[in-house]
T-cell receptor, first 109, second 114 residues
Framework: GQNIDQPTEMTATEGAIVQINCTYQ??????LFWYQQHAGEAPTFLSY??LDGLEEKGRFSSFLSRSKGYSYLLLKELQMKDSASYLC??????????WGAGTKLIIKP | IAGITQAPTSQILAAGRRMTLRCTQD?????MYWYRQDLGLGLRLIHY???????GKGEVPDGYSVSRANTDDFPLTLASAVPSQTSVYFC?????????????FGPGTRLTVL
């Protein structure tokens, strides 16, 4: 079957760095996406990886290793507004997104 | 309209009733999707449409139907609602088919079936 695994919840301190991991097993691979979802709101796109390596976008970076079925989202200089759930999703062989359950990130002052 | 809109925002529905959730996008995206999101579970695909006039079944299609008469609209119908369909429903759209592109989400509909 297809499976996306992420930690359920993480806690970090304002100003610090946090890494959210995602491992996946899917039928085929057509890219890996990270989305941010604030409580009661819709998911919004953060990043996309299709080749191995690190993609940097401001305070957020995303890494992919296709051979290991592994990705992480790195958030630097954490701000209180970064408190949200972070969703990992993988494009499968049918060009559909398979979603992880999300990681709830709690930022403490 | 800018992006994707959904209606209603929330609804309480008696079991056995019929309900249609509306979704409209103005981005001229080919593909549209309906997901449900339940606590502790990832977004699960209910139905999708790669282009106007075509639809497909996702991971959890039972009890739901969709239509895609034009590019902009993609309504989701619950023919006879059951309590297990209590969930938050998100409509999404993306540009292009035959590849996986960024999906844009509507604000969601919170549905409670009693």
């Amino acid at each position: 079957g297809q499976n996306i695994d992420q930690p359920t919840e993480m806690t970090a301190t304002e100003g610090a760095i946090v890494q959210i991991n995602c491992t996946y097993q899917t039928s085929g691979f057509n890219g890996l996406f990270w989305y941010q979802q604030h409580a009661g709101e819709a998911p919004t796109f953060l990043s996309y990886n299709v080749l191995d390596g690190l993609e940097e976008k401001g305070r957020f970076s995303s890494f992919l290793s296709r051979s290991k079925g592994y990705s992480y989202l790195l958030l630097k200089e954490l701000q209180m507004k970064d408190s949200a759930s972070y969703l990992c999703a993988v494009g499968d062989s049918n060009y559909q997104l398979i979603w992880g359950a999300g990681t709830k990130l709690i930022i403490k002052p | 309209i800018a992006g994707i809109t959904q209606a209603p925002t929330s609804q309480i529905l008696a079991a056995g009733r019929r309900m249609t959730l509306r979704c409209t996008q103005d981005m001229r995206h080919n593909a549209m999707y309906w997901y449900r999101q339940d606590l502790g579970l990832g977004l699960r695909l209910i139905h999708y449409s790669n282009t106007a006039g075509t639809t497909g079944k996702g991971e959890v299609p039972d009890g739901y139907s969709v239509s895609r008469a034009n590019t902009d609209d993609f309504p989701l119908t619950l023919a006879s609602a059951v309590p297990s369909q209590t969930s938050v429903y998100f409509c999404a759209s993306s540009d292009g088919t035959g590849e996986v592109n960024e999906q844009f989400f509507g604000p969601g509909t919170r549905l409670t079936v009693l």
